[in-house]
């Protein structure tokens, strides 16, 4: 068990408030998605979508992919979702992962200052470790149906892993094993997990006229444009812990953003707390965004 110190967790800010990234329901998944559809190369998106349409038909991916290339793409990136929720149970049985989805790094409020609490251990197989064994097989030399499946996950654990109560427990006298990434921790109207994951739809309204694919479309450009100023590159070095310094930093973020002293037990979040929510998620999902492209074109744009 260790505290962690203001010079610690300055270095994280420091790297959080260099580009960053940091899931989301389906809107969140999409938007990313749709920002890094804008920013790939012709030729790896066409290798993309034939990977993709290369999944087996058992998994349910191939149902996804019956549009448009770029509806394809976006819906992929909710599969993972999907498939956990399917009342097909031996799709479910052969392709969920409930603990791919989050890493819990847990910690504790005391008197002086975050405490972690390394007793209490993530699942041996979670986002980081998944992202990370993943993203060097995907654009290997395993069967393409294998490998579209593999696709679909990062598409999801990408935005997964931007989202800060993914990569959080933390632990109370009522939640000794932590709060499941906020999870327990009932709002006035759902609980804490559901309202960050929930954050674009509830801080920007989609009009009575926009169809499903307009929204998107709107509130990426949105993102983009509003973000552009602040930059946007993830501020980590591409090492093999890649995404556990990434997972990390969203703990430490998640501690000073998510669980603040205004954040109350069965009632709403305040406007500000809103607010700041909002434009959190907005940098992480542009970075995110930008973060899978960069991926995505260097492992099919060559």
Not at 30 to 36: M, N, S
Not at 249 to 257: L, Y
Request: hydrophobic letters at 40%.
């Amino acid at each position: 068990m260790k505290i962690v110190t203001k010079s610690v967790i300055a270095v994280f800010v420091v790297l959080l408030f260099a580009p960053q990234t940091w899931s989301w329901n389906a809107t969140g998944h999409k938007v990313i998605v749709r920002i890094a559809w804008e920013h790939m190369r012709a030729t790896t998106r066409q290798r993309v979508i034939a990977l993709l349409k290369a999944a087996p038909e058992d998994s349910g991916i191939l149902e996804l992919c019956k549009g448009s290339d770029l509806e394809c793409f976006e819906n992929v990136s909710i599969w993972a979702d999907q498939v956990r929720g399917t009342t097909d149970q031996a799709r479910k049985a052969k392709y969920s992962h409930a603990t791919w989805h989050y890493i819990n790094y847990h910690f504790e409020e005391t008197p002086n200052g975050i405490k972690e609490r390394p007793d209490l251990k993530p699942d041996a197989e979670n986002v980081v470790t998944q992202l990370t064994a993943l993203t060097k097989t995907v654009a290997g030399n395993e069967p393409a149906s294998l490998r579209a499946v593999q696709l679909a996950w990062i598409l999801h654990m990408r935005g997964d892993i931007a989202q800060p109560l993914h990569c959080v427990g933390r632990v109370t006298e009522t939640e000794p094993t932590g709060d499941a990434g906020g999870n327990q921790v009932r709002l006035a109207r759902g609980n804490l997990h559901g309202y960050w994951d929930g954050i674009l739809n509830a801080g920007i309204l989609k009009k009575p006229d926009e169809t499903d694919d307009q929204f998107i479309e709107r509130v990426a450009t949105e993102i983009e444009r509003s973000q552009k100023a602040t930059g946007t590159r993830i501020g980590f070095p591409k090492t093999d812990n890649y995404y556990e310094l990434i997972a990390r930093a969203g703990f430490i973020r998640s501690t000073q953003i998510v669980y603040t002293p205004s954040l109350k037990r069965n009632e709403e979040p305040s406007a500000v707390y809103k607010q700041a929510a909002l434009e959190y998620s907005e940098q992480a999902i542009l970075a995110a965004g930008l973060d899978l492209a960069d991926f995505l074109n260097g492992a099919f744009g060559k």
